[in-house]
T-cell receptor
Framework: DAGVIQSPRHEVTEMGQEVTLRCKPISGHDYLFWYRQTMMRGLELLIYFNNNVPIDDSGMPEDRFSAKMPNASFSTLKIQPSEPRDSAVYFC????????????FGSGTRLTVV | AQTVTQSQPEMSVQEAETVTLSCTYDTSESDYYLFWYKQPPSRQMILVIRQEAYKQQNATENRFSVNFQKAAKSFSLKISDSQLGDAAMYFCAYWGNEDNNDMRFGAGTRLTVKP
């Protein structure tokens, strides 16, 4: 398996633009997590899915953020409209759902909003 | 809610020496898992080692080992024979069974390896 695949690796956009981050989890992993990493706040859980269903989105900062998982092999995180304070590294991670295995992370998307 | 504390923002070690990174956590659960992740400059989060709380034996993975003290809620990572490639951010993480189904991370420790 190629691991968790995220795209793009880097994204630079202007304030007010829509941004879409993409993630392909490992096949067979039932859980998918979206995290945001900043220097000030560290790793923050935004949302996670179980079998494509959003389970906990309490970490989503505000209505500008939305996430979908239309099937078991694809998820998106969308920010509309984007703001400079959204600049961060966004990680996707997947897991078989058993704590023993932990997470497998993607390589992250570095988002810069100017 | 469970919290994970890494009290050392930065640590440094001489190449070939041993270093220990500290981690404490707060929980009322008896069954849970603990992890150490490494994040090198490439920013990829890499699982280094895991520990199951109900196992008393400390986990080891080559040069990496943990000192798990369940009563003290302490989970330190020891890196032996440090190598330049060990330079990275190290995150301690907790994953329990109650209330949540996600992993809680500490703030991280930046490890520098001096040649």
């Amino acid at each position: 398996d190629a691991g968790v695949i995220q795209s793009p690796r880097h994204e630079v956009t202007e304030m007010g633009q829509e941004v879409t981050l993409r993630c392909k989890p490992i096949s067979g992993h039932d859980y998918l997590f979206w995290y945001r990493q900043t220097m000030m706040r560290g790793l923050e859980l935004l949302i996670y899915f179980n079998n494509n269903v959003p389970i906990d989105d309490s970490g989503m900062p505000e209505d500008r953020f939305s996430a979908k998982m239309p099937n078991a092999s694809f998820s998106t995180l969308k920010i509309q409209p984007s703001e400079p304070r959204d600049s961060a590294v966004y990680f996707c991670a997947s897991s078989p759902g058993l704590q023993h295995y932990g997470y497998t992370f993607g390589s992250g998307t570095r988002l810069t909003v100017v | 809610a469970q919290t994970v504390t890494q009290s050392q923002p930065e640590m440094s070690v001489q190449e070939a020496e041993t270093v220990t990174l500290s981690c404490t956590y707060d929980t009322s659960e008896s069954d849970y898992y603990l992890f150490w992740y490494k994040q090198p400059p490439s920013r990829q989060m890499i699982l280094v080692i895991r520990q199951e709380a109900y196992k008393q034996q400390n986990a080891t993975e080559n040069r990496f080992s943990v000192n798990f003290q369940k009563a003290a809620k302490s989970f330190s990572l020891k890196i032996s024979d440090s190598q330049l490639g060990d330079a990275a951010m190290y995150f301690c993480a907790y994953w329990g069974n109650e209330d949540n189904n996600d992993m809680r991370f500490g703030a991280g420790t930046r490890l520098t390896v001096k040649p």
